[in-house]
């Protein structure tokens, strides 16, 4: 089935949607890459700074509580006993720290900041007491000390209580963690701000990438139109971009296309025309002949008008002809010297009749008698023959044709000029396309399919050379080529 090979379509926005969100998001990442890094690595010092202090804090409570615990084991302030708990209760509450101060043999004498009832009486066990006891070492093993095991991120510290003996020691634990709450709120907050604004970002791209796909859209649907032969539809786009550009040539493509599809209709018809004319004429005067309906006397005159159309015939074949070897790539140039104003003498002598019987005056002029230049004979004979018998068939009778020749830096230019109809300055860039016909009807000039033309640039294309155009509707029309100076003079 067609349909199971048919790849699934991603539309253009759909694709600049997803490019632009995952560009948004892996900037955010390297963003938020760099920026918890700064923050991660500022932090970490500050925790290190405030977990010093801390600890600073935690060793200066200790020593005090160990003088006033002194006291109370030596049992001097036996009757203030409720005083010494309530004073380690506040110091606890004020600074979040568990306090336990035990004798020394492990058994804990009282307690603040932990369940009281749960720990009074029992004993505490590991090696720590023996450092706290002997060396007033910090314990750095939390995991030893059963009344802290359910707590996380520990300082504890422990410091004996002793004059010239030992009595007990005191233990004391409070959280480290300073500035990893902040750190982790900070990575919340911004967690939450990248959300939002991905999201505003999603439905930014998402305007934008209609904003710029709508043009393309209508670009799509006008050339699928184009495709089914509509070439009367035209792309509207005012985006004053590429897009834009790009609308405007689509717009000169369907013009083109659209005038080529007319020349292609017309050409049918004309071709259709100019074929069947001459050989209904031929057929007829033949027949006429042979069955003896035209007398003898008559003959040669019918003949003669026979002789015409067949070259008429000849001419058309001979068009066709040398367009389909431009198009095949079989017409090649053979380059030579020759003498332009000899060639543009025999051209114009080939017209004779035509000028003398429509009352024209052909003016030629040339710097010299002999002008050479460097390039295929036989192909500038058609291109003069084809130029000039279009001067001849659009300059009213009496008008004036003239050529001229002249030198132009290192190219030598010719010109044919009459005066005449001229050409509409909108139809000059068409001109050179085949089939087309400037006069649009058969009337100024029934002969021909319009190709005159377009063989001219084919054939100066070619040959490496060029082919200007001028002309004012109703006043002139003036044709100008140019050919390769000869070294020979």
Same mark, same amino acid.
Not at 296 to 317: F, H, T
């Given at each position: 089935?067609?349909?199971?090979?048919?790849?699934?379509?991603?539309?253009?926005?759909?694709?600049?949607?997803?490019?632009?969100?995952?560009?948004?998001?892996?900037?955010?990442?390297?963003?938020?890459?760099?920026?918890?890094?700064?923050?991660?690595? +500022?932090?970490?010092?500050?925790?290190?700074?405030?977990?010093?202090?801390?600890?600073?804090?935690?060793?200066?409570?200790?020593?005090?509580?160990?003088?006033?615990?002194?006291?109370?084991?030596?049992?001097?302030?036996?009757?203030?006993?409720?005083?010494?708990?309530?004073?380690?209760?506040?110091?606890?509450?004020?600074?979040?720290?568990?306090?336990?101060?035990?004798?020394?043999?492990?058994?804990?004498?009282?307690?603040?900041?932990?369940?009281?009832?749960?720990?009074?009486?029992?004993?505490? +066990?590991?090696?720590?007491?023996?450092?706290?006891?002997?060396?007033?070492?910090?314990?750095?093993?939390?995991?030893?000390?059963?009344?802290?095991?359910?707590?996380?991120?520990?300082?504890?510290?422990?410091?004996?209580?002793?004059?010239?003996?030992?009595?007990?020691?005191?233990?004391?634990?409070?959280?480290?963690?300073?500035?990893?709450?902040?750190?982790?709120?900070?990575?919340?907050?911004?967690?939450?701000?990248?959300?939002?604004?991905?999201?505003?970002?999603?439905?930014?791209?998402?305007?934008?990438?209609?904003?710029?796909?709508?043009?393309?859209?209508?670009?799509?649907?006008?050339?699928?139109?184009?495709?089914?032969?509509?070439?009367? *539809?035209?792309?509207?786009?005012?985006?004053?971009?590429?897009?834009?550009?790009?609308?405007?040539?689509?717009?000169?493509?369907?013009?083109?296309?659209?005038?080529?599809?007319?020349?292609?209709?017309?050409?049918?018809?004309?071709?259709?025309?100019?074929?069947?004319?001459?050989?209904?004429?031929?057929?007829?005067?033949?027949?006429?002949? *042979?069955?003896?309906?035209?007398?003898?006397?008559?003959?040669?005159?019918?003949? +003669?008008?026979?002789?015409?159309?067949?070259?008429?015939?000849?001419?058309?074949?001979?068009?066709?002809?040398?367009?389909?070897?431009?198009?095949?790539?079989?017409?090649?140039?053979?380059?030579?010297?020759?003498?332009?104003?000899?060639?543009?003498?025999?051209?114009?002598?080939?017209?004779?009749?035509?000028?003398?019987?429509?009352?024209?005056?052909?003016?030629?002029?040339?710097?010299?008698?002999?002008?050479?230049?460097?390039?295929?004979?036989?192909?500038?004979?058609?291109?003069?023959?084809?130029?000039?018998?279009?001067?001849?068939?659009?300059?009213?009778?009496?008008?004036?044709?003239?050529?001229?020749?002249?030198?132009?830096?290192?190219?030598?230019?010719?010109?044919?000029?009459?005066?005449?109809?001229?050409?509409?300055?909108?139809?000059?860039?068409?001109?050179?396309?085949?089939?087309?016909?400037?006069?649009?009807?058969?009337?100024?000039?029934?002969?021909?399919?319009?190709?005159?033309?377009?063989?001219?640039?084919?054939?100066?294309?070619?040959?490496?050379?060029?082919?200007?155009?001028? +002309?004012?509707?109703?006043?002139?029309?003036?044709?100008?080529?140019?050919?390769?100076?000869?070294?020979?003079?």
């Amino acid at each position: 089935m067609k349909w199971q090979n048919r790849k699934k379509e991603t539309s253009i926005s759909k694709r600049l949607l997803f490019a632009g969100f995952i560009t948004v998001v892996i900037s955010y990442i390297m963003v938020a890459a760099f920026l918890f890094g700064m923050i991660y690595s +500022s932090s970490k010092e500050s925790n290190l700074r405030a977990v010093e202090d801390k600890k600073q804090l935690l060793l200066s409570n200790a020593n005090k509580i160990s003088e006033y615990s002194l006291n109370i084991f030596k049992g001097a302030w036996t009757p203030q006993i409720r005083n010494y708990q309530q004073t380690l209760e506040i110091i606890s509450e004020s600074t979040d720290t568990a306090i336990i101060v035990f004798d020394k043999t492990g058994q804990i004498i009282t307690v603040a900041g932990l369940d009281f009832d749960k720990y009074i009486g029992s004993y505490l +066990s590991g090696n720590y007491i023996e450092d706290i006891l002997k060396n007033g070492k910090v314990v750095s093993n939390e995991d030893d000390i059963d009344a802290f095991k359910q707590q996380e991120n520990l300082l504890t510290l422990g410091v004996p209580v002793k004059d010239t003996q030992i009595y007990g020691g005191v233990l004391m634990c409070t959280t480290a963690n300073v500035v990893n709450n902040s750190y982790s709120r900070f990575f919340k907050q911004f967690a939450i701000a990248v959300g939002i604004s991905i999201v505003l970002t999603f439905i930014l791209f998402y305007f934008l990438s209609r904003k710029i796909t709508k043009p393309i859209k209508k670009i799509d649907e006008t050339v699928t139109e184009f495709s089914k032969g509509k070439f009367d *539809l035209r792309v509207d786009c005012d985006t004053n971009d590429e897009l834009e550009s790009l609308s405007k040539n689509i717009n000169n493509m369907a013009t083109s296309i659209e005038n080529l599809e007319k020349m292609r209709s017309l050409f049918v018809s004309n071709v259709s025309h100019e074929l069947r004319t001459p050989m209904t004429s031929i057929t007829g005067f033949v027949e006429g002949i *042979l069955d003896g309906t035209i007398p003898k006397e008559k003959q040669d005159e019918y003949l +003669s008008i026979v002789l015409d159309e067949s070259k008429r015939l000849s001419r058309l074949v001979n068009e066709l002809l040398s367009i389909s070897r431009l198009e095949s790539g079989n017409f090649k140039i053979q380059k030579e010297n020759f003498d332009i104003c000899e060639l543009v003498r025999q051209t114009i002598i080939k017209f004779e009749t035509q000028i003398v019987n429509n009352g024209l005056n052909v003016e030629l002029e040339i710097p010299y008698e002999e002008v050479f230049v460097y390039a295929d004979s036989d192909a500038i004979t058609q291109v003069l023959t084809n130029l000039i018998g279009n001067a001849i068939k659009f300059t009213n009778k009496g008008g004036i044709i003239r050529i001229k020749i002249y030198y132009a830096t290192d190219k030598i230019n010719v010109e044919v000029f009459n005066l005449g109809e001229g050409i509409n300055k909108e139809k000059l860039k068409y001109i050179w396309d085949r089939f087309y016909k400037a006069d649009d009807s058969r009337n100024l000039n029934p002969e021909g399919l319009g190709l005159g033309l377009y063989i001219v640039k084919s054939i100066l294309n070619k040959s490496d050379e060029k082919i200007f155009v001028d +002309s004012v509707e109703g006043e002139y029309t003036k044709f100008t080529f140019t050919l390769t100076s000869s070294q020979k003079n």
